[in-house]
């Protein structure tokens, strides 16, 4: 059996690092918002044997649009560009001039957002989160409504309230460097990756809960409770690796070999499913001992 709540102070202090450093980063840099949020125009093209720079140079010259900005995917060896919000009549234009000019080119995508939109997008993103931990409290609520001893019911909703902000908050933290180093976007599906790491996070935490109570229904106090946690945890540790290991494994996939549109939605994923698994176990449980120091079991 290993001795997890005896090593606490160790997991518990790694992860208030790790956090600490998200909240600095998002403090510091803010998010890159991307088009669903801030309106405008994204258009994946591919042209080949072309520079980025001439391509740049053409949409603020020939096409006089001085605030494109275009960038190079190496994944897929087209170029992404973008625009302010632009009519149909307005692409079909400018897609005319530069097949003139670039007879090999092949659109790819084109996704044109106006900012009233980005706006309720926005707007609704925040709503979905509220909602999901509203949700959540009141699940744990009515789960843990009869456990009284040695903590009480409510100290389970607020540890794993806390324990899921930690699991979004580090790679919410993650992507926000990225935004500022290497000018990556945050989009609706960054915020659907937050939600799912959410439901994941909560789903592990919840398990391993459910185990200490029902331990502490059979062991009726003989026992110390750090000794009941510990046994727990070690149960619930199999399951957790393993389910979760499943999962790790289809992501890292999908991040090598999946469409390079959804690379940082699986980056995300995988960030925040592998935090969430070691909070589960390294955080959630040992806060369980903190919030009951000083007290009898």
């Keep these: ?13 790694a992860s208030a ?45 020939k096409l006089n649009i001085p605030e494109a900005i275009t960038a190079f995917d190496a994944q897929n060896s087209s170029f992404l560009v973008r625009l302010p919000s632009i009519t149909e009549e307005d692409h079909q234009k400018y897609l005319s001039e530069l097949r003139a000019a670039y ?3 092949t659109e790819l995508g084109f996704q044109s ?3 009233s939109v980005g706006r309720e997008l926005r707007g609704k993103a925040f709503i979905a989160r509220a909602l999901v931990l509203i949700g959540i409290s009141l699940y744990i609520a009515f789960a843990f409504r009869k456990i009284s001893r040695p903590v009480a019911s409510w100290k389970y909703g607020v540890i794993t309230l806390l324990t899921l ?6 790679p919410a933290g993650f992507l926000s460097i990225l935004g500022r180093f290497s000018g990556v976007e945050v989009d609706t599906n960054f915020m659907v990756a937050l939600l799912v790491v959410m439901g994941f996070s909560v789903h592990d935490t919840i398990v391993v809960f459910d185990r200490i109570r029902e331990n ?9 409770f750090a000794a009941v946690i510990n046994a727990s945890v070690n149960q619930t540790l199999g399951r957790s690796v393993n389910t979760s290991l499943t999962l790790i494994l289809v992501l890292v996939a999908l991040l090598f070999v ?20 070691y909070s589960s176990i390294f955080v959630a449980s040992p806060a369980l001992l903190l919030v009951n120091r000083g007290k009898r079991t």
């Design 103 to 105: 007879p090999g080119l």
């Design 17 to 61: 690092v790790l956090v600490g450093l998200a909240l600095l980063a998002i403090a510091l840099f803010g998010f890159r918002q991307g088009i669903d949020f801030t309106g405008g125009t994204l258009w994946q093209i591919k042209v080949p044997s072309l520079a980025a720079s001439e391509l740049h140079e053409f949409f603020k010259v």
């Design 165 to 170: 902000f930690h699991d979004v908050l580090i």
């Design 113 to 115: 957002i106006g900012p």
């Design 258 to 277: 999946g469409p390079s549109a959804l690379f940082y939605f699986v980056l995300t994923l995988l960030i925040g499913v592998s935090v969430g698994i």
């Design 216 to 224: 502490l229904s059979l062991d009726r106090g003989k026992t110390p």
């Design 1 to 13: 059996m290993y001795n997890i709540i005896g090593h606490k102070n160790i997991f518990l202090t």
